[in-house]
């Protein structure tokens, strides 16, 4: 369909070749009960140092599949991946558990949402990523590698690390645990930090505080970030380039500000409308996008979206491709029939607000 | 410690809470069990719902919101205070004393997958406390029911589904249809839309708006979204570590704030504005 869109920005202290992280045609299936179940359907992105890379979505668009695959965590007997992903040009998908094994935490590292079940609760917090340190280089003493847990504790802002090193994962507060599963994460410094809802489970004062120590290590360290996240609150915080994802497939991607300042697949309107959002004085009712995500099961034939968009015409019924529709920006691409003009003039359902509504 | 006694046009609140107090005991001894210490989960709060209004409550968790609700409707048993529906004193009441007021005051949950019972049909989920309450039976329980099911948003048809066959966005639609099912006139909604995705948050926020007005309800709206929060209710109320620290008009809240708290809370709210919140970073780190 759509070749590799060169869709990064100038890198920021780039390698000098190629992308950190390019994944190419990627889709990922698997064979249910009810039939193949097709999770990832044809995804293409970049990552370049120091780049904080939004997928958004809601369940089952495909969003988790897509970042788990990268590290090779979907492999399953009843899984079929097909399509590349390169990390500075070495074929992920090809390589065997084993030397998988040697990316995952070194070169890639990945933190979940759930903080408290994504630890051991019967090793103390140290233990845990002092294994991890020393379970990709033995000869590290343990006396050292428990030095560097506890500097890795302080520097993700845990305080009294020195003695906090030496906890158990119940004695931590639930901010505190996903602060450490990002030392964790940082233990052997990655290159690419995938971050999967990493504050869905945690309160705003919380969120706030793990937004902005991602957001540092991202510019200190030039640590390269996939955030997946159903919030565009917290997308508009940090991201730099969204990708948004419907049905498996991805609906729209470009930049931060293309995103949220022109929108040009409905979809993308109808989550940017159907926000409760404090800056602004709050409408009569909530714009909201009818019906519900589809099944993977049964996509509707042509655009996934033409049931729920009201702006539906006859060539929806064709699967429209991820293209750049704007002359000036070659890198915003969306999967929409609809023209740029008439776009414009559909998404403003009041004057300065952009929602899904049927037209007038 | 904070009143809001607006009586509005209706005449007087519906429900008024008084220095409500729910703590629970922290134990320890070897043979015997001795209360060591508290935890104040309820402190002290006093609030009060008038008559077709929605009030929010806001807080974190471990703020003590839920446990409010549950204490108000006397699923708890509240430590001391005083919960007064419709002027009557119901704090400490039996069991089968408050039955009837089971009628009048209902409760829709957070979790749309853990709080049906997965071994029952939709029609009895909904039914059930007809039967109970001897409301109806028999055919008109079931007209009842499928009425009830067509007026939030579902099918009648639904009426012999299983929950697992549903959608998180449909199990919520049967919890409110459930909750809805005796007529109350007060309705404590813990969390409805936070398990949701967020296309079909709004969908359920728009269907408890038009029921509230159809059928002249009075919401207590529970959630840790403040944005959510805000467009529901009529009024906000503040909870941090189990007492109310400021209550207000909806948009007077969130727009001028009075306490540190409820600023602390505000400021962390991600705005979904690439413009406004990289604004608001500069501002928090220069000042």
Same mark, same amino acid.
Request: aromatic share 4%.
């Given at each position: 369909m759509s070749v590799t869109p060169e869709t990064a920005p100038a890198p920021r202290g780039g390698t000098g070749g190629g992308p950190l992280l390019a994944v190419e045609n990627l889709r990922v299936g698997f064979a249910t009960e009810d039939g193949r179940l097709q999770a990832v359907d044809g995804v293409n992105f970049t990552l370049e140092p120091g780049e904080v890379l939004a997928i958004v979505g809601e369940s089952g668009s495909g969003k988790s599949v897509t970042a788990?695959?990268?590290?090779?965590?979907?492999?399953?007997?009843?899984a079929h991946i097909e399509g590349s992903v390169r990390l500075n040009g070495d074929e992920l998908t090809s390589q065997s558990e084993k030397e998988l094994q040697k990316v995952r935490g070194s070169q890639i590292a990945m933190i979940f949402q759930d903080p408290m079940t994504s630890m051991n609760p019967v090793y103390t917090v140290g233990k845990q990523i002092v294994e991890a340190i020393r379970a990709h280089d033995g000869?590290? @003493? @343990?006396?050292? /590698?428990? /030095?560097?847990? /506890? *500097?890795?504790?302080? !520097?993700?802002?845990i305080p009294d690390p020195e003695r906090r090193v030496d906890d158990y994962p119940h004695e931590f507060s639930g901010g505190m645990r996903q602060r450490a599963m990002i030392a964790m994460g940082l233990a052997l410094e990655p290159s690419v930090l995938i971050a999967d809802e990493p504050t869905t489970a945690l309160d705003v004062t919380i969120q706030a505080q793990i937004l902005h120590l991602i957001q540092d290590l991202n510019r200190s360290r030039g640590l390269a970030t996939i955030l997946?996240?159903?919030?565009?609150?917290?997308? !508009? *915080?940090?991201?730099?380039?969204?990708?948004?994802?419907?049905?498996?497939?991805?609906? *729209?991607?470009?930049?931060l500000d293309d995103i949220f300042y022109d929108p040009q697949h409905p979809y993308t309107w109808g989550l940017l409308g159907s926000l409760t959002r404090l800056d602004q004085p709050r409408p009569h009712r909530l714009p909201q996008i009818s019906g519900a995500p589809p099944s993977l099961l049964s996509l509707p034939t042509g655009c996934s979206f033409r049931p729920r968009c009201p702006h539906e015409f006859s060539k929806c019924a064709q699967v429209p491709g991820l293209d750049a529709h704007l002359p000036e920006d070659p890198n915003h691409r969306d999967r929409c029939w609809l023209g740029p003009e008439q776009k414009r003039k559909l998404r403003e359902v009041e004057p300065n607000r952009i929602g899904l509504e049927e037209p007038a | 410690m904070s009143d809001i006694g607006t009586t509005g046009s209706t005449g007087g609140p519906l429900l008024e809470v008084t220095d409500l107090v729910k703590h629970f005991p922290i134990k320890s001894g070897l043979l015997v069990d001795r209360t060591v210490d508290n935890v104040r989960a309820v402190d002290g709060v006093s609030f009060t719902v008038n008559n077709g209004e929605t009030l929010g409550l806001v807080g974190e968790s471990g703020s003590g919101k839920s446990t409010t609700c549950r204490v108000v409707l006397q699923l708890?048993?509240?430590?001391? %205070?005083?919960?007064?529906?419709e002027g009557q004193e119901i704090a400490g009441k039996s069991r089968r004393e408050l039955r009837p007021l089971r009628r009048e005051m209902q409760m829709i949950f957070q979790d749309p997958y853990a709080s049906l019972n997965p071994r029952k049909r939709i029609g009895q989920i909904v039914g059930d406390q007809l039967k109970i309450q001897k409301v109806a039976s028999g055919k008109e329980?079931?007209?009842?029911? &499928?009425?009830?099911?067509?007026? +939030? %948003?579902?099918?009648? &048809?639904?009426?012999?589904r299983f929950p697992h066959e549903f959608s998180g966005g449909q199990r919520q639609r049967i919890g409110i249809a459930r909750a809805l099912a005796l007529g109350p006139k007060l309705v404590f909604c813990d969390e409805p839309v936070s398990a949701l995705d967020v296309s079909i948050q709004a969908q359920i926020v728009n269907l408890l708006d038009d029921l509230q007005? &159809?059928? %002249?309800?009075?919401?207590?709206?529970v959630a840790h979204? #403040?944005?959510? +929060?805000?467009? #529901?209710s009529d009024r906000i109320a503040v909870m941090n570590q189990g007492k109310i620290v400021e209550t207000g008009d909806a948009d007077q809240v969130c727009e001028h704030p009075r306490d540190a708290y409820t600023k602390k809370l505000l400021a962390a709210v991600p705005i979904p504005d690439p413009r &406004?919140?990289?604004a608001r970073r500069e501002r928090t780190t220069a000042g």
């Amino acid at each position: 369909m759509s070749v590799t869109p060169e869709t990064a920005p100038a890198p920021r202290g780039g390698t000098g070749g190629g992308p950190l992280l390019a994944v190419e045609n990627l889709r990922v299936g698997f064979a249910t009960e009810d039939g193949r179940l097709q999770a990832v359907d044809g995804v293409n992105f970049t990552l370049e140092p120091g780049e904080v890379l939004a997928i958004v979505g809601e369940s089952g668009s495909g969003k988790s599949v897509t970042a788990q695959t990268i590290i090779g965590l979907t492999r399953s007997p009843n899984a079929h991946i097909e399509g590349s992903v390169r990390l500075n040009g070495d074929e992920l998908t090809s390589q065997s558990e084993k030397e998988l094994q040697k990316v995952r935490g070194s070169q890639i590292a990945m933190i979940f949402q759930d903080p408290m079940t994504s630890m051991n609760p019967v090793y103390t917090v140290g233990k845990q990523i002092v294994e991890a340190i020393r379970a990709h280089d033995g000869g590290v @003493k @343990k006396r050292d /590698a428990h /030095a560097r847990a /506890a *500097e890795l504790l302080g !520097a993700v802002g845990i305080p009294d690390p020195e003695r906090r090193v030496d906890d158990y994962p119940h004695e931590f507060s639930g901010g505190m645990r996903q602060r450490a599963m990002i030392a964790m994460g940082l233990a052997l410094e990655p290159s690419v930090l995938i971050a999967d809802e990493p504050t869905t489970a945690l309160d705003v004062t919380i969120q706030a505080q793990i937004l902005h120590l991602i957001q540092d290590l991202n510019r200190s360290r030039g640590l390269a970030t996939i955030l997946i996240t159903h919030d565009l609150g917290v997308v !508009a *915080e940090v991201a730099d380039r969204v990708l948004v994802m419907y049905g498996g497939k991805v609906v *729209e991607q470009g930049t931060l500000d293309d995103i949220f300042y022109d929108p040009q697949h409905p979809y993308t309107w109808g989550l940017l409308g159907s926000l409760t959002r404090l800056d602004q004085p709050r409408p009569h009712r909530l714009p909201q996008i009818s019906g519900a995500p589809p099944s993977l099961l049964s996509l509707p034939t042509g655009c996934s979206f033409r049931p729920r968009c009201p702006h539906e015409f006859s060539k929806c019924a064709q699967v429209p491709g991820l293209d750049a529709h704007l002359p000036e920006d070659p890198n915003h691409r969306d999967r929409c029939w609809l023209g740029p003009e008439q776009k414009r003039k559909l998404r403003e359902v009041e004057p300065n607000r952009i929602g899904l509504e049927e037209p007038a | 410690m904070s009143d809001i006694g607006t009586t509005g046009s209706t005449g007087g609140p519906l429900l008024e809470v008084t220095d409500l107090v729910k703590h629970f005991p922290i134990k320890s001894g070897l043979l015997v069990d001795r209360t060591v210490d508290n935890v104040r989960a309820v402190d002290g709060v006093s609030f009060t719902v008038n008559n077709g209004e929605t009030l929010g409550l806001v807080g974190e968790s471990g703020s003590g919101k839920s446990t409010t609700c549950r204490v108000v409707l006397q699923l708890l048993k509240p430590t001391s %205070g005083s919960v007064k529906f419709e002027g009557q004193e119901i704090a400490g009441k039996s069991r089968r004393e408050l039955r009837p007021l089971r009628r009048e005051m209902q409760m829709i949950f957070q979790d749309p997958y853990a709080s049906l019972n997965p071994r029952k049909r939709i029609g009895q989920i909904v039914g059930d406390q007809l039967k109970i309450q001897k409301v109806a039976s028999g055919k008109e329980l079931r007209t009842r029911v &499928e009425g009830l099911l067509e007026r +939030v %948003g579902l099918s009648p &048809e639904h009426y012999n589904r299983f929950p697992h066959e549903f959608s998180g966005g449909q199990r919520q639609r049967i919890g409110i249809a459930r909750a809805l099912a005796l007529g109350p006139k007060l309705v404590f909604c813990d969390e409805p839309v936070s398990a949701l995705d967020v296309s079909i948050q709004a969908q359920i926020v728009n269907l408890l708006d038009d029921l509230q007005d &159809e059928m %002249g309800l009075t919401y207590v709206f529970v959630a840790h979204d #403040i944005g959510v +929060v805000r467009h #529901i209710s009529d009024r906000i109320a503040v909870m941090n570590q189990g007492k109310i620290v400021e209550t207000g008009d909806a948009d007077q809240v969130c727009e001028h704030p009075r306490d540190a708290y409820t600023k602390k809370l505000l400021a962390a709210v991600p705005i979904p504005d690439p413009r &406004e919140s990289r604004a608001r970073r500069e501002r928090t780190t220069a000042g």
